[in-house]
């Protein structure tokens, strides 16, 4: 199992709505809206690295109004 934390950064006001977005997509565990650098948190889980991956370039990033991520993968549990 791989897990990802993936911290983005929004535009002003729009942190609700595209939680609701992010917490629709599958491999998304938890997802929760944060104060500092970033405003939102979330946590991805799937069988492979390439699948997060997948999941963040192909539908965490198309996302309108998400401006930048930054992600952490996880090395041991």
Not at 38 to 52: F, G, N, T, V
């Amino acid at each position: 199992m791989a897990t990802s934390f993936v911290l983005i950064n929004c535009e002003f006001n729009s942190e609700k709505d595209i939680i609701e977005q992010l917490k629709s997509i599958d491999g998304i565990e938890q997802v929760y809206g944060v104060f500092g650098a970033y405003d939102i948190l979330a946590k991805i889980e799937s069988e492979d690295i390439k699948k997060i991956r997948g999941t963040i370039t192909a539908k965490i990033r198309k996302i309108k109004k998400i401006s930048s991520t930054l992600t952490l993968v996880v090395i041991e549990e």
